[in-house]
């Protein structure tokens, strides 16, 4: 059927139904408005304010073999082609409104039916599939000790304790040793257990977090390291006072052999244990989910609470060892015999690196690997002060111990020193020694160098 056919088809039939609704003499008002279904199941609309052409729809004729000369239409859509699910219809700019094109959906977002004009978004809890048609929902994790990361980590902090716990086995069998004493027997015992603390502290950032181990982190973190790091101070001040007072006077030998740099650890650890408690008390940490990080993942986090409470024990922490490095550089050109000083410098530029490196990268992190970089800075920093500090000490005690003995250090030039310092290479027995009693820092005080 041609065309021409076709629209006469349709006025017969409108025609006719006009007829049927009025006289012939009032047929034209109702054929404006007339709208009706022709028997071929076609839609007749003849309101004249309509646009009859935006209404039909594009159809495509096909040329059969010759000989049935017949034409079938196939109609597909008003002006585009359906949208899947998973894309959303965005129309065309200057065209009719059944004329679009098909967008995908923008990430975690979803369309579950055809020809959708809106992506719908998928709650906190789940995310979108691949195709974008349906909502997943997210598995929880966090920094297990199953996965390798979880292993490794927990590996490195137990083989560090161990390690740890043999050094200072180590010491306590060789106590008596000049090495030993001279270097503060005590605080060196105080270092080595507070470090194999800051090492298992580190474990608390492994597991699945809740609210004990959320605060225990933090506050057991901040306690630890402020123990070692003002350990480092005291050996330090204690070897500026050994070695710098040449001429030493009733009041600085009492403070010596008092012990006092050895105050410095109860009251350090008494100003961390304040900043701890206000920041406990004010703001805690909790426990919080992160489902942005990974695609598909809901992340258990401890959120810090108070991000300036962090900071400010963080700060502390810094400032205690800017002030041992410090220290530490002064007396790095003492005799070194038994000197320490720049074993003490190194460890603190290598304790202060780690840290100011982990502010830029935690703060560029998220999820699991922000929580790694915490644990990595904890044993990076704690290796760095058990390796520079008592390794060397190890490797003169295990392999060269004729160079940890009284006599090694008469053999040195005795003019490199100052004659309050000659007296550690006195015996019990000589008769310069007024008494036979070590002074805190490892130094035994004689009556000849007293008077002088």
Known sequence: MSDGSHNVYNAVYAVAHALHEALLQHLHPFLKSIQFINPAGDQVNLDENEKLDVKFDILNFWNFPEGLRFKAKTPRSVC???????????????????????????????????????????????????????????????????????????????????LTAAVLGLFVRHRNTPMIKANNRSLSYILLVSLAFCFLCSLLFIGRPNTATCVLQEATFGLVFTVAVSSVLAKTVTVILAFKVTTPGRRLRKLLESGAPNYIIPICSLIQLTLCGIWMGTSPPFIDTDAHSEHGHVIIV??????????????????????????????????????????????????????????????????????????FSILASGAGLLGCIFVPKCYVIVLKPNENSLNRFRDKTYSDYPSEIRCLGCDPGDAQMTQDEESPGGIRWCSSSMEN
């Open 80 to 162: 585009s082609e359906s949208c899947h699910p998973g894309f959303r219809k965005t129309p065309r700019e200057g065209k009719a409104a059944c004329c679009f094109d098909c967008a995908p959906c923008p990430e975690n977002e979803i369309t579950n039916h055809t020809d959708m004009g809106q992506c719908l978004k998928c709650p906190e809890h789940q995310y979108a599939n691949t195709q974008q048609n349906h909502c997943l929902s997210k598995s929880v994790t966090f920094l297990a000790y199953e996965e390798p990361l979880g292993k490794a980590l927990a590996g490195t902090a137990l083989s560090l304790t161990v």
């Open 302 to 375: 401890c959120n810090k609470g108070s991000l300036t409470a962090f900071y400010c024990v963080l700060g502390y922490l810094g400032s205690l060892a800017l002030g041992s490095f410090t220290v530490a550089f002064l007396a790095r050109n003492l005799p070194d015999t038994f000197n320490e000083a720049k074993f003490l410098t190194f460890s603190m530029v290598v304790f202060c690196s780690v840290w100011v490196t982990f502010l830029p990268v935690y703060h560029s992190t998220r999820g699991k690997a922000m929580v790694a970089m915490e644990v």
